[in-house]
């Protein structure tokens, strides 16, 4: 994300009387995007890493 980019609730150009997202509340909306995101990819890892242990089991 670009450093100058600014989350606005409302388009500040119109002098809207609504406020820029508070930085506390972007910061956490991105530390939870990341957790899921990290939780997804351990899983992926573990999901290939049984599939790749089991498939000889298999075999016919």
Known sequence: MNSNFLLFTGNPLKNSPQKPI??????LIQEIHFQIYFVLVEFEKA???VNIKLKPAFKT
Not at 22 to 27: C, E, F, I, Q, R
Request: proline share 11%; no cysteine.
């Open 22 to 27: 508070p930085t506390l509340v972007v910061l």
């Open 47 to 49: 999901y290939t890493q």
